[in-house]
């Protein structure tokens, strides 16, 4: 089982939807999960993180962390072309390493 | 956010030479800085940890003979390709970690590696 996992997409969405994405991670004593937007050719940008359980809202991004199942997921809430890219999430399982998911890809279509 | 630079930005080196890549904190002290790797439409692949003033921890699998770094400074980090092969072609990311409040990590924006 990978430690960070997520769906490779892409994830198409319209213009002015919400796009939802999620990831998985296996390990229990994660604390701080973080999600990264990265353009093709570019590095990641960090968006969000998020350490307790519930929700996280930021502008039109909303991290939603449920500790007990494992499951952390971004909410983009009006997306936009520009929003089109892959979204990494990254866990932090212990000490400051980050361990990275292989990253969803989203096209929002206007 | 935090910064941190990288340079350079793209580099062309001939088969068995070597390359320096810079990481560089510009506006906050980083004890921790990590190299990553990532091949094209793969993710990102932590190469190894470096410890200002110690030894790096390099990942499995990472030749650390072959990927030298150096942390010399609170707000510098090099990574050096030695002897490069054209299977060493990739995007080499740097980040640093800002502990407090967040404990975010942040990253420089990339070198592009090509090795003819």
């Known amino acids: 089982q990978k430690e960070v996992e997520q769906n490779s997409g892409p994830l198409s969405v319209p213009e002015g939807a919400i796009a939802s994405l999620n990831c998985t991670y296996s390990?229990?004593?994660?604390?701080?999960f973080f999600w990264y937007r990265q353009y093709s050719g570019k590095s990641p940008e960090l968006i969000m993180f998020?350490?307790?359980?519930g929700d996280k809202e930021d502008g039109r991004f909303t991290a939603q962390l449920n500790k007990a199942s494992q499951y952390v997921s971004l909410l983009i809430r009006d997306s936009q072309p520009s929003d089109s890219a892959t979204y990494l999430c990254a866990v932090n399982p212990r000490g400051d390493k980050l361990i990275f998911g292989t990253g969803t890809r989203l096209q929002v279509f206007p | 956010g935090a910064v941190v630079s990288q340079h350079p930005s793209w580099v062309i080196c001939k088969s068995g030479t070597s390359v320096k890549i810079e990481c560089r904190s510009l506006d906050f002290q980083a004890t921790t800085m990590f190299w990553y790797r990532q091949f094209p439409k793969q993710s990102l692949m932590l190469m190894a940890t470096?410890?200002?003033?110690?030894?790096?921890t390099y990942e499995q699998g990472v030749e650390k003979d072959k990927f030298l770094i150096n942390h010399a400074s609170l707000t510098l980090s090099t990574l050096t390709v030695t002897s490069a092969h054209p299977e060493d072609s990739s995007f080499y990311i740097c980040?640093?970690?800002?502990w407090g409040s967040g404990n975010t990590i942040y990253f420089g924006e990339g070198s592009w590696l090509t090795v003819v």
């Open positions: 390990d229990q004593g994660s604390q701080s």
């Open positions: 980040s640093a970690s800002v």
């Open positions: 998020i350490y307790s359980n």
């Open positions: 470096s410890n200002e003033g110690s030894k790096a």
